[in-house]
């Protein structure tokens, strides 16, 4: 069974601080990562994708990669309280009928004024 | 470019009856993915289309099934309704499904409410 496991919070940071967020997979044929942001009743947005270990920025986030640890995580700096949402981190694989992604529970971002 | 859309927004439905959600690709994607998302948990994959076959389904019963059209958009069919079945529906669409991660990057569209009574 492939599982993606996230905290799932909440996480509360004053506005201005750096928020991490954390995500483990168990299949180590995983090769691409994906970070989600969603609002309250509302569906997901792509953050960003990570298919290579190291970092990867893109303007206040960098996704941040370790595969031999099976780990990702995303960092938001500078956070803002519109950042304040559910973050998904969601794996895929390849080969075969591998399309889809798997999803952690995803963890809750709370950035206080 | 249009986004990913889906109708209808929310639907009401009772015990036992069927229902059709829809979902229009964005313009240039060829693959579509349906996935099931239960309050307080992550989005569960039920199936993917890629050029109207089904390629890949996740552990969901027979009576969810779905087509792709040839413009590539898609239909997610539930029959026998259950309690259980109450969710938020996604449709998410790609510009493929095996090329890496810039064709496979998953769009979603805004979700279909499912109330099942």
């Known amino acids: 069974q492939k599982e993606v496991e996230q905290n799932s919070g909440p996480l509360s940071v004053p506005e201005g601080a750096i928020a991490s967020l954390n995500c483990t997979y168990s299949?180590?044929?995983?090769?691409?990562f994906f970070w989600y942001r969603q609002y309250s009743g509302k569906s997901p947005e792509l953050i960003m994708f990570i298919y290579s270990n190291g970092d990867k920025e893109d303007g206040r986030f960098t996704a941040q990669l370790n595969k031999a640890s099976q780990y990702v995580s995303l960092l938001i700096r500078d956070s803002q309280p519109s950042d304040s949402a559910t973050y998904l981190c969601a794996v895929k694989g390849y080969g075969g009928s591998q399309g889809n992604l798997i999803f952690g529970k995803g963890t809750k971002l709370s950035v206080k004024p | 470019e249009t986004g990913v859309t889906q109708s209808p927004t929310h639907l009401i439905k009772t015990r036992g009856q069927q229902v059709t959600l829809r979902c229009s690709s964005q313009s240039g994607h060829n693959t579509v993915s349906w996935y099931q998302q239960a309050l307080g948990q992550g989005p569960q994959f039920i199936f993917q289309?890629?050029?109207?076959?089904?390629?890949g389904r996740g552990n969901f019963p027979p009576r969810f099934s779905g087509l792709q059209f040839p413009n590539y958009s898609s239909e997610l069919n539930v029959n026998a309704l259950e309690l259980d079945d109450s969710a938020l529906y996604l449709c998410?669409?790609?510009?493929?499904?095996?090329?890496?991660?810039?064709?496979?990057?998953?769009?979603f569209g805004p979700g279909t409410r499912l109330t099942v009574l």
């Open positions: 299949d180590r044929g995983s090769q691409s």
């Open positions: 998410a669409s790609s510009l493929g499904t095996s090329g890496g991660p810039h064709t496979d990057t998953q769009y």
């Open positions: 289309y890629y050029r109207e076959e089904e390629n």
